[in-house]
């Protein structure tokens, strides 16, 4: 069974920094990758997808890579600013259904 | 483009008392999605469709039931509601669920409590 880790599952941060957050999925037959960010009492807004064939994608100051055979992803965010504040979660596609399989998600608090 | 929509953004029901939960997307996309998010359990799959006449359960589909008449609209039905549903609903839609570019967008989500 597919089982989705992300940690920490909260971090705290000064503006300007750079920072990785971390994504570990146990089966590494999946098709894809998808990370999200969810602002309090919102919906998920999609950030980055990985097709299970790329190493990493881009998107202004956000970068995810993808490393299947390890059953880890990244992303990172650069030069972070209190409007990144948010809880951002992974998930990872596979199977015939369509299913994404989602992590608990790190809260990133970033101080002024 | 308004994406995924979902009405009503919040709702409060009666134990036993019915109601659809209406999603819709204007993406001509053949994926749509059902998922619920609750505080330690994270999102889980409760129904989806892969295009229109299309259904299949997910990971908790009882006590829910849905249809794709048309590919705009998903609507989820609760038949007889309790409070184990009180939860956070969210609608998602992608072009297809196959291992081609399926990237998922979510809808704003429905509160629904049931007391």
């Known amino acids: 069974k597919q089982e989705v880790t992300q940690i920490p599952a909260a971090l705290s941060v000064p503006e300007g920094e750079n920072l990785v957050l971390n994504c570990s999925f146990t089966?590494?037959?999946?098709?894809?990758l998808q990370w999200f960010r969810q602002d309090p009492g919102k919906g998920l807004t999609s950030l980055l997808l990985i097709q299970s064939s790329q190493r990493e994608q881009t998107s202004g100051r956000l970068n995810a890579s993808l490393d299947k055979s390890s059953g880890r992803s990244t992303l990172y965010i650069a030069a972070s600013q209190p409007g990144d504040s948010a809880t951002y979660l992974c998930?990872?596609?596979?199977?015939?259904?369509?299913?994404?399989?989602f992590g608990q998600g790190t809260t990133l608090q970033v101080k002024p | 483009n308004a994406g995924v929509t979902q009405t009503p953004k919040f709702q409060v029901l009666k134990t036993g008392q019915s109601m659809t939960l209406q999603c819709a997307q204007d993406?001509?996309?053949?994926?749509m999605s059902w998922y619920r998010q609750d505080p330690g359990m994270g999102l889980r799959l409760i129904h989806y469709s892969v295009g229109a006449g299309i259904t299949d359960q997910g990971e908790v589909p009882n006590g829910y039931n849905v249809s794709r008449s048309t590919t705009e609209d998903f609507p989820l039905r609760l038949l007889s509601a309790a409070p184990s549903q009180t939860s956070v609903y969210f609608c998602?839609?992608?072009?297809?669920?196959?291992?081609?570019?399926?990237?998922?967008?979510f809808g704003p989500g429905t509160r629904l409590t049931v007391l």
């Open positions: 089966d590494s037959a999946i098709y894809n």
């Open positions: 998602a839609s992608s072009r297809t669920s196959g291992r081609g570019n399926n990237e998922q967008f």
């Open positions: 998930a990872v596609g596979s199977g015939n259904t369509g299913k994404l399989i």
């Open positions: 993406m001509n996309h053949e994926y």
